[in-house]
């Protein structure tokens, strides 16, 4: 089946760190974008970073900047997106999505995926 396998949520103190990780099964990313996602409840999903197919370029979200770190491991088919400095306002489902495109550059508020990861629940709480 083909397929975005999500891992790495849970819960974490503010100030605490996570990574996730967002696999593909049964298809190479080698070829993809991914962007990573964000959604509270009543908020709207939130963009908030990309990575090209090759590495090449990465952007972040205001929101995000500085505290989070996307990268990508295509020999290991995954992209990690490291978390650090949580506070609560980062609590939502994050997700990951994945578009088949040797674009150089990414858009973090734009992907045509192909594919999306079934979401995994990031909840910042002392």
């Known amino acids: 089946q083909l397929q975005l396998v999500q891992s790495g949520g849970g819960l974490v103190q503010p100030g605490g760190s996570l990574t996730l990780s967002c696999a593909a099964s049964?298809?190479?990313?080698?070829?993809?974008?991914v962007g990573w996602f964000r959604q509270a409840p009543g908020k709207e999903r939130e963009g908030i970073s990309c990575i090209t197919y090759d590495g090449g370029d990465a952007k972040y979200a205001d929101s995000v900047k500085g505290r989070f770190a996307i990268s990508r491991d295509n020999a290991k088919n995954t992209v990690y997106l490291q978390m650090n400095g949580l506070n609560p306002e980062d609590t939502a489902v994050y997700y990951c999505?994945?578009?088949?495109?040797?674009?150089?550059?990414?858009?973090?508020?734009?992907?045509?995926?192909?594919?999306w990861g079934q979401g995994t629940q990031v909840t910042v709480s002392s």
């Open positions: 999505a994945a578009e088949l495109t040797l674009n150089p550059l990414c858009a973090i508020d734009f992907i045509e995926a192909n594919y």
């Open positions: 049964g298809f190479t990313l080698d070829y993809y974008g």
